[in-house]
């Protein structure tokens, strides 16, 4: 089955603990991206990737950083996570349309 | 950058039809996309146009206007599983980014 998964789906840290938010996709994509999404703001691009080695900052990168050294993963980490990083995280992979993963749910306490 | 603007909330009875606008100014332009989002999901693909005119897709249309930067959605037939919030999106020149409207929460009533 196609599809995009994320890990993990919930997920409830401490400030300045780094975590990473592994994302994994099976389509062969050239093209993978994170986005979060709040209340009142919608989904905003954090990173994309066209390729692999190949990534750049979307509209909110501050605070994250990603990497892609293989097609299929782009993880996104979290160096030092605050509280303004809570928030509703979705990685997405496309060739045509975006599919999504299903999101992680993140808390910085 | 780009600019996209869709009306926060809509209502409309279960058999009804409803039409979503969604507005845009851009800096460059390459394509329209519509996703559908349920509560705590994943957004799910709908639509996509590119060039002006109307696409349709079972139950779902959905319309662009370069030259006015207007797109719209049309659900017909409307079920309640149709509630849901419908984003709109840009996707720029270069492929790289894909710019979301705020979202349209549809709330459908029996």
């Known amino acids: 089955e196609a599809q995009v998964t994320q890990n993990p789906r919930y997920l409830i840290t401490v400030t300045g603990k780094k975590l990473t938010v592994t994302c994994s996709q099976n389509?062969?994509?050239?093209?993978m991206s994170w986005y979060r999404q709040d209340p009142g703001l919608g989904l905003r691009q954090i990173y994309y990737s066209m390729n692999v080695e190949v990534t750049d900052k979307g509209d909110v990168p501050e605070g994250y950083k990603v990497s892609r050294k293989e097609k299929r993963n782009f993880p996104l980490i979290l160096e030092s996570p605050s509280p303004n990083q809570t928030s509703l995280y979705f990685c997405?992979?496309?060739?045509?349309?975006?599919?999504f993963g299903p999101g992680t749910r993140l808390t910085v306490t | 950058g780009q600019n996209i603007d869709q009306p926060t909330e809509m209502t409309a009875t279960e058999g009804a039809i409803v039409q979503i606008n969604c507005t845009y100014q851009?800096?460059?332009?390459?394509?329209l996309f519509w996703y559908q989002q349920h509560a705590g999901e994943a957004p799910t693909f709908l639509s996509y146009?590119?060039?002006?005119g109307l696409e349709e897709k079972g139950r779902f249309s959905s319309f662009l206007s370069r030259s006015k930067g207007y797109s719209y959605l049309l659900l017909k037939e409307l079920q309640m599983k149709d509630s849901a919030s419908y984003l709109c999106a840009v996707r720029d020149e270069g492929y790289s980014t894909l710019t979301f409207g705020k979202g349209t929460m549809l709330l459908v009533s029996p």
């Open positions: 997405a992979s496309s060739l045509y349309e975006q599919y």
């Open positions: 851009t800096s460059g332009f390459n394509g």
């Open positions: 389509m062969n994509h050239e093209y």
């Open positions: 146009n590119v060039l002006d």
